[in-house]
């Protein structure tokens, strides 16, 4: 089946810096792919779609200065939470579109982010 | 718009018990019909989709659930629960022919007494 990866699966960072999360596609490409925020015992929200060679689309009320994303090839996509302050923290989770199978997303493992 | 409402946040049975959890949905047009899994601190896992074949769709792991239109539902079932079920579920929907995205219920966490 189709494989997502995350890296890192956990980060710690200070206030005021910036943490780049990867989201790879490992077994097949995706024209697709997007960023979820999940926070403790909760539901996923979407913040943006990834779209390879174009800009992300943002959810509404997710700041696009602040959460960059990149998606440079069919098999990357780049989440960077710039400036990060405490409330950022949460779980990031990235899926990814296989193409020709029916809006089926699949997931990678996700990493938490823990801004101190 | 399309929404999931998942009723019950927390189910509880027996080990070996029939596993019921509940997805209703909303949707302006045909829609497609997904269950997820997630483990504690890991990403989702498809379970099972419903995309306009069957109604009665099976899964992995022993999991099925059927499209119901008369009733909006997409429920989730298992006949006997194992204590691996034990985690966090998630329905959800998107459109076809739109634009890829998910709408995910509240979730159901499923704890399986032994």
Redo the contacts between chains.
């Keep these: 089946g189709a494989v997502v990866s995350q890296h890192p699966s956990w980060v710690i960072c200070k206030s005021g810096t910036s943490v780049k999360i990867e989201c790879r596609s490992l077994d097949f490409q995706a024209t697709t792919m997007f960023w979820y925020r999940q926070f403790p015992k909760q539901s996923l929200m979407l913040m943006a779609t990834s779209n390879e060679g174009s800009k992300a689309t943002y959810e509404q009320g997710v700041e696009k200065d602040k959460f960059l994303i990149n998606h440079a090839s069919l098999t990357l996509s780049t989440l960077t939470v710039t400036s990060a302050h405490p409330e950022d923290s949460s779980f990031y989770i990235c899926s990814a579109r296989e193409p020709g199978v029916a809006d089926t997303q699949y997931f990678g493992p996700g990493t938490r982010l823990t801004v101190l | 718009a399309q929404s999931v409402t998942q009723l019950g946040s927390h189910v509880s049975v027996s080990e070996g018990a029939l596993v019921l959890l509940r997805c209703n949905y909303s949707s302006s047009v045909p829609p ?1 019909l ?1 269950w ?1 899994v997630q483990y504690p ?6 379970l099972l ?1 419903y ?1 306009s074949a069957a109604t009665l769709v099976k899964g992995i792991n022993g999991f099925e659930a059927e499209f119901k239109k008369s009733e909006t539902s997409f429920h989730l079932t298992k006949p006997s629960a194992h204590m691996s079920d034990a985690a966090e579920y ?1 329905c959800a929907v ?1 459109v ?1 022919f ?5 709408t ?4 159901t966490r499923l704890t399986i007494i032994p």
């Design positions: 497609y997904f997820y601190n890991q990403g989702l896992q498809l989709k995309t998630f998107s076809r739109g634009n890829e995205k998910l995910f219920g509240t979730g």
